[in-house]
């Protein structure tokens, strides 16, 4: 009899206790990143309103929320990371496989449970490729079976990566990685509909908190079903539209998914349909000085499924602000650049943006405009056009150390502006990461 996916997968989180150097890498880099996310996150309004409900530690917690402080609770602490890893939607994301953010759900449950564990930089990154193989590898088996019933993928790929790597960090044998895979099933869940609001960071959040209770609850003897992914009224079943009778699983840990096809890192914060865009937009900007005034219409071609994600364009908040096309590519051609300050709410009280944005048109990329393509019509009568391929930071474009330190800077600058310690020296301690002897030094309060 043949062995069940998710047999196949348990076996798979089970074994990995090695990674090839290219992986690590490149595996260290994207947790970097995350990192980067999660301090600037930290500054956010969701972030503020949680804490609210989830009052930290007096005293020494023990598990650190970098930007927010300590939390004796770990599921809650996991929670926390992972509202501030997505706040800003700057993390990083999957588009040929997942189709959605793997990273910021895996290292916001691996970071609470190295905390808990003391595990090393290296076992840490370790269990985040494993966590990142088994999120895109299932996605490329799904397909888009799941996002047509409007099921977010960060909540439920994601649960289930965030499950996959904290079940590796603690050395779970293939019985309780199965039993951990059942329980995170249950807690897979979280509505697109829910796009542009505070709740979809929580989706990230509560994906990071289901991925540290399934593998702790497992590791105790918790148990749940088996064969999870593929039993009657089990994830296939009941997540996705039915259009699938099996898991044809790709083949885990060969072509690890963080070297082919590779995920993209995101170097704008905001929704990454209106990248292409953004990176015309500047080019426009960069090659013909012009006062945005003077600009008549601007037409942006997109993939039509970017059309449902972009969904405002007359924002009124900044999370609005992200997926908006409208508003990412105004302030590119009027700025040259694009940061996390555009997209504070008071932000969009800009005259000079305001008066651009209805100027801005989105349409589906066609025979004739391709995805990626701006054109820019002064009121002169003059054409300016830029088309990207790849966004920067794509796998095709990929991103240096020096763009993941400038996120950084950037991300601890919100974090802690009225703190002083030395950025530099904890730069240097992330790079190498795979040395540290415990994961948890890198966090900072």
Request: some cysteine; overall charge negative; glycine content about 8%.
């Amino acid at each position: 009899m043949a062995m069940s996916a998710t047999a196949r997968l348990s076996e798979f989180i089970f074994n990995v206790r090695a990674l090839p150097p290219d992986v690590v890498e490149r595996a260290a880099l994207h947790i970097a990143d995350t990192l980067a996310c999660i301090y600037a996150g930290s500054a956010s309004h969701a972030a503020a309103l949680l804490t609210q409900v989830s009052v930290p530690s007096e005293g020494n917690g023990r598990i650190i929320v970098p930007g927010l402080g300590a939390w004796n609770d770990p599921a809650v602490a996991a929670m926390l990371m992972g509202v501030c890893a997505h706040a800003d939607d700057f993390d990083d994301t999957s588009e040929y496989s997942m189709n959605g953010h793997p990273s910021a759900p895996i290292v916001s449950a691996l970071a609470t449970t190295a905390s808990v564990t003391g595990a090393s930089g290296g076992d840490v990154i370790r269990a985040y490729a494993v966590g990142v193989e088994v999120a895109c590898k299932l996605g490329s088996a799904l397909g888009a079976a799941h996002t047509r019933r409007g099921w977010h993928t960060m909540s439920t790929l994601g649960t289930l990566g965030a499950t996959a790597a904290a079940a590796n960090l603690r050395g779970l044998d293939a019985v309780q990685v199965e039993h951990a895979l059942g329980i995170a099933g249950s807690f897979a869940g979280g509505l697109l509909g829910n796009t542009g609001t505070m709740t979809k960071a929580l989706h990230c959040g509560r994906a990071a908190q289901a991925g540290y209770l399934a593998a702790a609850l497992a590791e105790q003897g918790f148990t749940a079903g088996t064969d999870i992914l593929e039993v009657k009224s089990g994830f296939l079943d009941t997540l996705t539209d039915r259009s699938l009778d099996q898991i044809d699983l790709p083949v885990l840990g060969s072509d690890w998914e963080l070297i082919s096809p590779g995920l993209a890192v995101k170097l704008y914060p905001c929704c990454s349909c209106t990248h292409l865009a953004i990176d015309a937009a500047i080019d426009i900007h960069r090659r013909r000085a012009f006062n945005p005034s003077r600009i008549e219409q601007v037409t942006c071609s997109v993939r039509e499924e970017c059309t449902h994600y972009l969904r405002f364009p007359n924002p009124t908040s900044g999370i609005e602000a992200k997926f908006s096309m409208s508003y990412a590519v105004a302030v590119a051609l009027a700025r040259g650049k694009v940061s996390l300050d555009d997209f504070e709410t008071s932000a969009l009280d800009r005259v000079d943006i305001a008066t651009l944005m209805p100027r801005v048109r989105m349409v589906t990329a066609s025979k004739t405009m391709a995805a990626g393509n701006v054109e820019v019509v002064l009121t002169d009568g003059t054409h300016l056009s830029a088309c990207k391929v790849n966004p920067r930071g794509s796998p095709e474009d990929p991103p240096t150390w020096d763009d993941i330190f400038g996120k950084l800077r950037d991300g601890t600058a919100r974090a802690t502006p009225s703190t002083s310690f030395d950025r530099e020296a904890l730069f240097a301690q992330i790079r190498e990461m795979h040395r540290q002897a415990q994961f948890a030094d890198l966090l900072r309060a």
